[in-house]
């Protein structure tokens, strides 16, 4: 499937993974890019050395291209972009808004830029600078999120710039890429999806924990870094809601100081990233010390395992899965239904045909595409 965004980074199919903190590493990238799409790794959670080496094992295992998203206001900023510039690496997305200068790095260099944007102005703001995409998620994707869903946002940013549009929150069918398309969009990123197939790194416990997960099982709280951040809904994140100022406080500079440990910053690098998330956020101390602690609180539960002890960033959408499969084969799937899904459409000028059906006093059993879908399984197609 042929698009704008396709065209633009180079893959089979306009259909992005996107940027997970200890989930998008080389494995699941370069699982994806084999699948035909595009691979995004999250940068946040490493440090130079293990972004150069994630970037060298994404390269042995396949030739397609791929992108590394980078927090704009991480005080390596520049750096992390340098080394993107010196490793060839095909585009470079932003978490949260990216300053003018890192843009005209990166155009100065060849790589391609991609900022995540919740509002139409966001949008307008940085395609002004030059950059080559956006990417636009909704209130129903996970991580941090606005308030408006993709429905409403997103055709709001396609009539107001003129680069390619990619749609995330919400999608994980061949259904939602139809209907991406159809507003306007150039492909669709998902993470959630992404994180519940075969490749993902995360352990079994925690996928379970999303599988079993409802629509509602997602709850967005401002408790975890100061921000919107929907996450999944389990006893430590309500222990986290209920939780006053004061020990919300001690909770954030204990995980912060842990979190300075494991990403070998020095005092002075942790100072100076609080002082870009308050530039940049217009928040209190308070809250970049929240911030800071969240890779702490997303690696309890992603790497180590022990979602009792963190959060975990999900979708809406988490209610909606029932498999693992592997990126291969969902990507495979998704382009199928888009398919048929084209297919089922009707042409301009002839109505929707509507399925047949047995006359209302007839014995006979409804056909099976008639039939409501039974309740999908759990892990149903996985095993």
Same mark, same amino acid.
Request: overall charge positive; some cysteine; aromatic content about 4%.
């Given at each position: 499937?042929?698009?704008?965004?396709?065209?633009?980074?180079?893959?089979?199919?306009?259909?992005?993974?996107?940027?997970?903190?200890?989930?998008?590493?080389?494995?699941? $990238?370069?699982?994806?890019?084999?699948?035909?799409?595009?691979?995004?790794?999250?940068?946040?959670?490493?440090?130079?050395?293990?972004?150069?080496?994630?970037?060298?094992?994404?390269?042995?295992?396949?030739?397609?291209? +791929?992108?590394?998203?980078?927090?704009?206001?991480?005080?390596?900023?520049?750096?992390?972009?340098?080394?993107?510039?010196?490793?060839?690496?095909?585009?470079?997305? +932003?978490?949260?808004?990216?300053?003018?200068?890192?843009?005209?790095?990166?155009?100065?260099?060849?790589?391609?830029?991609?900022?995540?944007?919740?509002?139409?102005?966001?949008?307008?703001?940085?395609?002004?600078?030059?950059?080559?995409?956006?990417?636009?998620?909704?209130?129903?994707?996970?991580?941090?999120?606005?308030?408006?869903?993709?429905?409403?946002?997103?055709?709001?940013?396609?009539?107001?710039?003129?680069?390619?549009?990619?749609?995330?929150?919400? +999608?994980?069918?061949?259904?939602?890429?139809?209907?991406?398309?159809?507003?306007?969009?150039?492909?669709?990123?998902?993470?959630?999806?992404?994180?519940?197939?075969?490749?993902?790194?995360?352990?079994?416990?925690?996928?379970?924990?999303?599988?079993?997960?409802? $629509?509602?099982?997602?709850?967005?709280?401002?408790?975890?870094?100061?921000?919107?951040?929907?996450?999944?809904?389990?006893?430590?994140?309500?222990?986290?809601?209920?939780?006053?100022?004061?020990?919300?406080?001690?909770?954030?500079?204990?995980?912060?100081?842990? +979190?300075?440990?494991?990403?070998?910053?020095?005092?002075?690098?942790?100072?100076?990233?609080?002082?870009?998330?308050?530039?940049?956020?217009?928040?209190?101390?308070?809250?970049?010390?929240?911030?800071?602690?969240?890779?702490?609180?997303?690696?309890?539960?992603?790497?180590?395992?022990?979602?009792?002890?963190?959060?975990?960033?999900?979708?809406?959408?988490?209610?909606?899965?029932?498999?693992?499969?592997?990126?291969?084969?969902?990507?495979?799937?998704?382009?199928?239904?888009?398919?048929?899904?084209?297919?089922?459409?009707?042409?301009?000028?002839?109505?929707?045909?509507?399925?047949?059906?047995?006359?209302?006093?007839?014995?006979?059993?409804?056909?099976?595409?008639?039939?409501?879908?039974?309740?999908?399984?759990?892990?149903?197609?996985?095993?």
């Amino acid at each position: 499937m042929r698009t704008a965004l396709t065209d633009l980074l180079g893959c089979r199919h306009p259909i992005v993974q996107t940027g997970m903190g200890y989930v998008a590493g080389a494995g699941l $990238v370069s699982a994806v890019g084999e699948a035909g799409g595009f691979g995004i790794v999250a940068s946040a959670t490493m440090n130079l050395t293990e972004l150069r080496d994630t970037i060298r094992e994404i390269r042995a295992r396949t030739a397609a291209p +791929f992108g590394v998203n980078v927090r704009a206001d991480a005080p390596d900023a520049r750096q992390r972009i340098d080394l993107l510039i010196r490793e060839n690496v095909r585009l470079a997305s +932003f978490a949260l808004a990216p300053d003018r200068e890192l843009i005209r790095r990166c155009a100065g260099a060849g790589v391609l830029t991609m900022p995540s944007v919740g509002a139409r102005r966001h949008a307008e703001k940085v395609a002004g600078w030059g950059v080559d995409a956006v990417l636009v998620q909704g209130a129903e994707g996970g991580g941090h999120t606005g308030p408006v869903p993709t429905t409403l946002l997103l055709p709001q940013v396609v009539d107001a710039v003129d680069i390619p549009v990619v749609a995330a929150g919400g +999608f994980f069918d061949g259904r939602g890429l139809v209907a991406a398309l159809a507003y306007g969009a150039a492909g669709i990123a998902m993470g959630t999806r992404f994180l519940l197939t075969a490749e993902s790194p995360v352990g079994p416990l925690v996928k379970q924990l999303y599988l079993d997960a409802g $629509v509602t099982g997602t709850v967005v709280t401002t408790k975890v870094d100061g921000v919107p951040h929907r996450v999944l809904r389990t006893p430590y994140t309500r222990g986290l809601e209920r939780s006053g100022s004061i020990a919300a406080l001690l909770r954030a500079t204990r995980h912060a100081l842990a +979190f300075r440990r494991l990403a070998g910053l020095s005092w002075p690098e942790l100072i100076s990233a609080g002082c870009g998330a308050r530039h940049r956020g217009g928040g209190s101390w308070a809250q970049t010390l929240r911030a800071a602690s969240t890779p702490v609180l997303l690696r309890a539960a992603m790497v180590e395992g022990r979602p009792e002890y963190g959060v975990m960033s999900a979708g809406q959408v988490t209610g909606l899965l029932d498999d693992l499969p592997s990126c291969a084969a969902l990507v495979d799937r998704i382009l199928a239904e888009a398919a048929a899904t084209l297919t089922r459409l009707p042409a301009p000028d002839q109505p929707a045909a509507p399925p047949d059906r047995p006359p209302a006093d007839s014995d006979q059993p409804p056909a099976a595409s008639d039939r409501p879908p039974a309740a999908p399984g759990r892990l149903r197609d996985a095993r």
